[in-house]
């Protein structure tokens, strides 16, 4: 017999475990959600969420409201975009009326996830250090073992777990991803006073991106939060870069841009991986009583590596299946629904814009309807 035992046995409470523990529960299924970490715990990460998943998910926008000052669900908003040329020479400004999205801290950010998911303590469970290191399939049931004897099981299980998935490598639904649908980052978040941020970027916070800089596919980026800013640049893992080189003249740029105070300190930055679009060509997110989502199935823009926001679509999509499996006949064929049912929803959202931009981004600094497109494409996935 398992030390724990429910419906649904989730791995990973990021974005994605947190929220379909969350919404099985409102379901009236019973869900133990395990991950390694205590929390709160620091992930590396941006850290925008687009403001669609505050109108979506409206516990979002119920907590933001709830926060304390010293306990914030986001750090700031955001309500622009500002493209620069690679050599900083000229910039494009898209600016609306309306708040575009929010920065956030994922130490804070989860956080509040999973102490929202737990507060349904009737029916979920949660267990922190709780490192899987191995996955028993049976016929009728799930069983997780952790590196400290820990067992949980369940009739069914959801792969939260991130990038490198425990889950999908166990259960040989995936090794590993391949390079071309890796995106490897090197970033820091830099500390900076937010009376120091207020004069550098305004009160009203807009991101900075660099699109291909340093000649590479992807792009640079600065994120402007209450008392860091998130610097760093991504690319494509088959691009052979060397990044650390890069970095360091991105840097160099937002000091001589008047962006990053000539004191700060860049150094030892953190390094990580996203399978950006890795959703699009896959097709192993469905094993035997099993799940993938959030980055564990690769759904994370391809044009752009965000993956809060898709994290939480896909964990909704399959908190929908898991409940019509629990109740199921043939709980199996319920689960085949989530390859079609994650496409039908959100596939359009993070694949790569039916857009030459190699093509069209010179033409941005010039052309404010197309900086709008460019905007709106990179934001909001809508098509170029």
Known sequence: MADSEADVIVVGAGPAGATCARLLAQAGCSVVLVDRASFPRKKPCGGWVNAAAFDEFPELETLRKKSSPKKQLVDVPFHGLVFH???MSAEAVYAPRQKLGYL???ETFDAALVALAASRKRLVKVLQRFRVTGVDVREGSVCVRAADGRTAAGRLLVGADGAESTVAA???LRDSWAGDRQVVCLFKEIKVSPRTLDRLYGKQRKIHLAMQYGGLPGYAWAFPKHGTVSVGIGCRGDAGADLKSVYAAWVEHLIGAGLLPDAADVSRP????APAGGAIEDEGHVGKR??????AGGFVSAATGEGIYP???SARVAATCLTAALKADHPQDALMQFKFDWRQDFAEYIQMPNA???????????????????ARCYLFGENF
Do not use: H, Q, W
């Open 104 to 106: 956030v801290s994922r």
């Open 270 to 273: 953190t390094a990580a991986m």
């Open 311 to 313: 994290a939480m679509r």
């Open 170 to 172: 166990v259960t040989g």
């Open 290 to 295: 099993t799940l993938l989502i959030g980055d």
């Open 356 to 374: 030459n931009l190699a093509f069209l981004l010179p033409l941005v600094y010039e052309n404010a309807e197309l900086c709008r497109r460019l």
């Open 85 to 87: 040329k690679a050599d």
